[in-house]
């Protein structure tokens, strides 16, 4: 499933990076194989969604979240 | 000794500067408030040390023009000395790029930044334990409480630039190919950025026809021998290594509980609320700038500053100067300042609103509530700062441009902020409305507005669909946590940026008055060339040129030389339209302070379709000459500038030209309002069709593109195929 999948509250960790022209990007924010990501909200025009993902908040549109292979786990 | 300061974005590096030198940069908690690198001098007896402020940047691989400055600083070696500061707070992310530069053998520092944070949540960060597994001296800092930083002053003082410290070693597998690399370029800082980023590494050095090619086939040989994609080896190693740093040092408290952060972005990016919120604020900070505390702030300084001026043109006078002096002071020099000058309370206002949503950590979250809407018209939530910006003035509107991500972003975003109507062309609305449209005119203004913006966003999408076509407005952003925004740095802030305005605006608009003072008051008098009285100014050069270009004009609803030499002066500045007018047709008075002198005059000389012509031009047309280099200065082209310069002359004559022949057809007034409202609703109503048909950036959903060429999305595809096949594997295991 991808990151888009993933509704707010729930968690997932990374498979694979695909995003295309902000791959290099979201690779070096720290979104790597095996990291875990907590997928806080999406903001009030359903895109983008914030993401907590090592102690930080970052936001991305699901573009690119649609583009990130993800497998959800809880808690 | 050159030091670089190099650190994420918002991570303090600016306050950090700030302390380290003693000056004055103001501070913003909005990710891109460095765009330029600023250099300054240490505050040190010992030695002397020039400190250079870079942009922010997550990563040595850059996206954004910004990063690009501090990332071939970096690459290039032009610095000595690194202190790389670090957010403690946001240790782990921080860290990546402090692994990359490691990578590097230059001398660095690292100064770990927000220590009061990490304190006030009750954790600990063990820094000598960190200097000893990174191998260079760490130091604790807050810069904001100013806590540390003698100790990092003493620390650059006795650090040996000659000698490097260890690089970090990684595993076999990735040695090994490095040192491949490293065999071929001779340098294993680039040789690593090359294995990371590809070719662009290798632009800051030569290589041979022969080692190029060698390097590019060990690229290709060694992608097989990972099993991870071969730019994320490297990312991932470095993680790797993070983490195990951070749990050695970093020991966290036992409680967490919910920040402030999340609860104060619980109302404002309220899935419900968030929007009108949003609305809400957006309006306030308008209401306090143009609204009726604006304008009465604005009302008392003007008044002020032209009896200042008052006394100092009586003083000028009463000397008994050449005429032409004292002329070129009182009219040039003084009419031009007064009317620069009297426009700075309303940005003021404005830029003080803009400060403290920068500082508390609110322009993020406008970006991020905004994006979704700007990219219907290709933009990212990003554009939508400098398009709020442009409503005060166009010229830091465009210079804000530089923060955005990708470079045919700012291109399309600085070339369509000149349409939205900045605050200097409010005199032209308010006289020309108030003069004829009576009890509407609230509405004609209202108007020009939304005009201003559609065009603007129109030709966003005309940009994207023609000349920049495939290009895609990237968004990705970190939300900062809330802060307090102080009353020091915001003031700093709000001060800085009117600075800007006035020496930048004010330079060029003084030279640009002088211009306009010769050529209004020299003409050609019974056959003499000689200085004019005010009475006179129908002969002058500038009439002169009304007169000549008055047929260009006619189209579109001019019918006098006055009006037309207003609109030319207007190039000059916006706000020097209403003044001249009065000039032209003779008004005793300051018509800039009292626009109700110049109602009768415009009343005998324009319809109402006419005035209204007048408006559009004017808030469409080329804006005024400090924006236009402003706009030199971001496109860098001849080109572009040449095009866009055209282009928006073209389009306020065609719109003007529109409007006018549609308003002058029929019978009244009446229909006047009611054919243009028609036209700007249905205009908005198409357009929002055709966006919505087809205007979404592409989201590599392929299923439901229409596009069947011009696909670039290859890694999607190959993601695709993956995906199928590990459903088809899922079903075989069922």
């Known amino acids: 499933m991808t990151l888009q999948e993933i509704q707010p509250g729930e968690s997932c960790i990374v498979r694979q990076v695909y995003a295309n022209n902000l791959r290099k990007r979201i690779i070096d924010m720290g979104l790597i194989t095996g990291t875990k990501i907590y997928v806080k909200k999406t903001a009030p025009l359903g895109d983008p969604i914030e993401i907590i993902v090592r102690g930080y908040s970052l936001t991305l549109r699901k573009a690119e979240a649609r583009t990130i292979l993800v497998d959800r786990i809880e808690g | ?734």
């Not at chain 2, 803009?354 to 018209?377: K, V």
């Not at chain 2, 200097?424 to 006289?431: D, Q, T």
């Not at chain 2, 129109?458 to 946590?481: C, D, H, Q, R, W």
Request: with cysteine; hydrophobic share 45%; proline share 3%.
């Open chain 2, 1 to 734: 000794m050159n030091i670089a300061l190099i650190g994420n974005p918002n991570c303090g590096k600016t306050t950090l500067y700030n302390e380290l030198t003693g000056s004055n940069q103001s501070v913003g908690n909005w990710p891109g408030v460095t765009v330029e690198k600023k250099s300054g001098k240490l505050k040190s007896e010992n030695i002397q040390a020039n400190i250079v402020d870079l942009p922010g940047i997550y990563s040595l691989s850059t996206i954004s023009l910004e990063e690009e400055v501090a990332a071939n600083y970096v690459c290039k070696k032009e610095m000595d000395l690194i202190i790389n500061i670090v957010d403690a707070s946001n240790l782990e992310r921080n860290l990546f790029l402090t692994f990359q530069l490691l990578d590097g053998d230059f001398p660095m520092i690292i100064a770990l930044n927000a220590m009061d944070i990490v304190e006030k949540k009750q954790e600990k960060i063990n820094f000598e334990e960190l200097s000893n597994l990174v191998g260079v001296p760490v130091i604790p800092i807050s810069a904001s409480k100013k806590q540390g930083i003698d100790k990092l002053i003493e620390a650059i003082e006795n650090v040996d630039i000659t000698k490097g410290h260890k690089p970090i070693r990684y595993n076999k597998d990735i040695e090994e190919t490095i040192q491949k690399f490293e065999n071929q370029i001779h340098d294993r800082f680039i040789a690593i950025r090359f294995f990371e980023d590809g070719l662009k590494a290798l632009d800051n050095i030569k290589l041979n026809r022969l080692e190029t090619k060698e390097v590019l086939s060990i690229y290709h040989d060694d992608h097989k021998k990972f099993d991870l994609d071969f730019d994320m080896v490297l990312p991932n190693a470095r993680y790797e290594k993070i983490l195990e740093f951070v749990q050695k040092t970093h020991i966290k408290s036992a409680v967490t509980k919910e920040s402030q952060t999340d609860r104060i972005d619980k109302i404002l990016t309220h899935k419900v609320f968030g929007l009108p919120i949003f609305g809400v604020i957006m309006f306030t900070v308008f209401f306090l700038a143009f609204g009726p505390i604006g304008t009465f702030i604005t009302n008392q300084f003007v008044w002020v500053i032209n009896k200042f001026f008052t006394l100092i043109i009586d003083g000028v006078a009463s000397l008994g100067m050449a005429s032409y002096i004292s002329s070129l002071i009182t009219n040039g020099i003084f009419g031009g300042l007064a009317a620069v000058v009297g426009f700075l309370p309303q940005l003021a206002i404005l830029f003080f609103a803009l400060a403290i949503l920068e500082d508390s950590g609110y322009m993020a979250r406008a970006a991020f509530i905004m994006d979704r809407l700007l990219r219907r018209f290709g933009l990212s939530g990003k554009s939508f700062i400098p398009m709020l910006i442009g409503f005060g003035c166009t010229v830091p509107a465009i210079t804000s441009t530089r923060t955005l991500d990708s470079d045919h972003d700012r291109k399309i975003t600085t070339m369509i902020v000149p349409f939205v109507s900045c605050g200097a062309k409010a005199p032209i609305y308010g006289v020309f409305a108030g003069a004829l449209f009576g009890g509407g005119s609230f509405l004609v203004v209202f108007s020009m507005y939304i005009l201003g913006l559609l065009v603007a966003i129109l030709s966003a999408v005309l940009f994207k669909k023609t000349i920049f076509k495939g290009a895609k407005a990237n968004y990705i952003m970190e939300l900062p946590e809330y802060r307090m925004p102080t009353f020091r740095n915001t003031m700093r802030h709000t001060w800085e940026r009117s600075k800007e305005f006035l020496v930048k605006a004010g330079t060029i608009l003084l030279a640009a008055f002088i211009i306009i003072w010769f050529f209004s008051y020299f003409g050609v008098v019974d056959g003499t060339f000689r200085l004019l009285t005010e009475e006179e100014i129908g002969h002058s050069l500038l009439g002169s040129i009304g007169r000549f270009i008055l047929p260009i004009l006619k189209p579109i609803g001019f019918t006098d030389w006055q009006a037309a030499v207003a609109m030319l002066t207007g190039f000059i500045a916006k706000e020097s339209v209403v003044g001249t007018l009065g000039i032209l047709y003779g008004i005793n008075g300051d018509v800039i302070q009292n626009g109700t002198l110049l109602y009768q005059s415009i009343q005998a000389h324009f319809t109402h379709a006419q005035a209204y012509a007048f408006m559009v031009f004017a808030l469409l047309s080329t804006p005024c000459i400090a924006a236009v280099s402003a706009m030199w200065k971001e496109l860098k082209s001849w080109k572009w500038f040449v095009f866009i310069i055209a282009y928006e002359m073209i389009i306020a004559y065609l719109v003007a030209l529109m409007i006018y022949q549609l308003a002058s057809i029929p019978i009244g007034t009446i229909l006047t309002y009611v054919l243009t409202g028609i036209i700007l609703i249905f205009v908005f109503f198409m357009v929002r069709k055709w966006i919505r048909n087809k205007g979404s950036a592409c989201g590599g959903d392929c299923e439901h593109c229409s596009q069947t060429s011009g696909c670039n999305l290859t890694q999607y595809i190959k993601y695709k195929e993956i995906l199928d096949e590990s459903k088809r594997g899922d079903e075989d295991g069922k």
